[in-house]
């Protein structure tokens, strides 16, 4: 498989100003696949040091913060002489290791000719010491799952090749349209992360998919049993496994009544930062106004709170394949849909989406491009009713506005309907 971030991290070697690089996101995601591969296609070789699987690397850490001391120890260890931007030197699950991460400054200040690559989940980096964490002297990259465009292009290389040529206002023939749709149904089931769409690959099973869903979601709940920090690892769990329900309600906006009965914000609020923070989940807030800027106008207590993986939280719903399959109308459909266009539109945009709510009206997503707002509108199927997206495009003649369904690529007046299969493409076609 193939991902975007390759790109990335080809941007960051080239760069003259570059810093250790931390890769951060959810177990599973991919971190260490990404690294070797990298460093395998980029570099003349790369040395590999795990501090979940050799504890006695800890030790050379906790014995010297000397980058250059530190390098002759690794070459020992590694058997091969580590050189200045020939050698990758990739340190994973680092968040096992609170000097190492401190050492990334030391590397930055006096061996910044060395590339370094560190990564680690969430789940254990938000367990070091905050005094550990080289801030400034480290360039970050957060790593997801798949996105839809990474899934086709595993999926349907030629079909891929197809939809990167999809360009502004390009007319989609019928027969490609249907055959993106098809893929995006899959991937409503299927979802992002790696091992599932490897297994969906090589044995286009479900039952094999849905098997891996349940042990990924078993394996991130252990996870927060095993957190022993100053969060509360029951309140943590007991907001994760109230994601459906909070999604499922009329109007998605997170209670914490549903978490727990006469349940309040200080209570949960903990919580909810340590899985935002850990990449398992994606928080959208409301905003008062839908004025540029943005963030300037968010309710703090309003907002949202979405899974970091469509796959997964379809899973966690119990939806049936064939619900989806079959164009069925189903009660989840909804917040599955903006699960699924939340997922393709974070980091296509400087300022991550927020949404509107009134007394009156609701705006599912609203998005800020530049300075100009942008209202967004998703529908799971090809329905067009949509009143309070149509007012406020009537009442305030935005430039643009985008409803997201399954109906075709076209522009009705200042409305672009975007097919759902070409959300990660927004930014490109706007």
């Avoid at 699987?53 to 070459?75: W, Y």
């Avoid at 905050?130 to 360039?139: C, D, F, H, L, Q």
């Avoid at 309600?249 to 978490?259: I, R, T």
Wanted: hydrophobic share 35%; proline share 4%.
């Amino acid at each position: 498989m193939k991902r975007n971030a390759i790109s990335d991290l080809i941007t960051w070697k080239a760069d003259e100003e570059r810093k250790p690089l931390v890769i951060r996101g959810a177990r599973q995601v991919g971190k260490t696949w990404l690294m070797k591969e990298f460093g395998k296609n980029y570099y003349k070789s790369f040395v590999y040091f795990n501090f979940d699987e050799e504890d006695e690397l800890k030790s050379i850490f906790e014995t010297t913060k000397n980058p250059h001391r530190i390098i002759e120890l690794l070459s020992l260890i590694a058997g091969e002489k580590i050189l200045p931007g020939e050698t990758l030197i990739l340190f994973d699950e680092i968040q096992e290791c609170p000097e190492a991460l401190n050492t990334l400054k030391y590397f930055r200040e006096k061996a910044n000719e060395y590339h370094v690559i560190a990564a680690g989940s969430l789940l254990g980096t938000l367990l070091a010491k905050p005094k550990s964490y080289p801030v400034g002297m480290v360039n970050l990259l957060d790593l997801c799952p798949l996105t839809f465009d990474e899934f086709l292009e595993a999926a349907d290389p030629s079909l891929y090749a197809y939809y990167e040529s999809i360009k502004k206002d390009q007319a989609i023939e019928e027969l490609f349209h249907n055959r993106l749709l098809d893929i995006y149904n899959n991937y409503l089931i299927i979802g992002g992360m790696p091992e599932c769409v490897s297994s969906w690959i090589k044995h286009r099973d479900p039952a094999r998919v849905s098997q891996i869903q349940k042990e990924l979601i078993e394996i991130y709940e252990n996870d927060f049993s095993k957190h022993n920090g100053r969060v509360n690892s029951g309140r943590i769990l007991m907001v994760f496994r109230s994601i459906v329900t909070q999604l499922a309600k009329p109007n998605e906006k997170f209670m914490y009544g549903a978490v727990r009965e006469s349940g309040r914000a200080r209570d949960f609020e903990e919580a909810i930062e340590w899985l935002v923070s850990a990449g398992m989940l994606n928080r959208v807030r409301n905003v008062s106004k839908m004025e540029h800027p943005l963030s300037a106008f968010d309710k703090l207590d309003q907002f949202k709170l979405f899974l970091f993986d469509t796959g997964l939280l379809k899973h966690m719903a119990g939806i049936d394949n064939r619900a989806i399959l079959l164009k069925t109308a189903y009660q989840f459909k909804g917040p599955l849909t903006e699960n699924y266009v939340l997922q393709q539109l974070r980091g296509q945009f400087e300022v991550e989406p927020r949404y509107y709510s009134d007394k009156n009206s609701e705006l599912d997503f609203v998005l800020q491009h530049g300075t100009e707002i942008i209202p967004v509108e998703i529908k799971g199927g090809e329905d067009k009713s949509a009143p309070s997206f149509k007012k406020y495009v009537s009442d305030h003649h935005p430039d643009h506005a985008i409803r997201f369904s399954k109906q075709g690529y076209r522009r009705d007046g200042r409305v672009t309907n975007l097919p759902l299969y070409l959300a990660r493409k927004t930014k490109e076609l706007l």
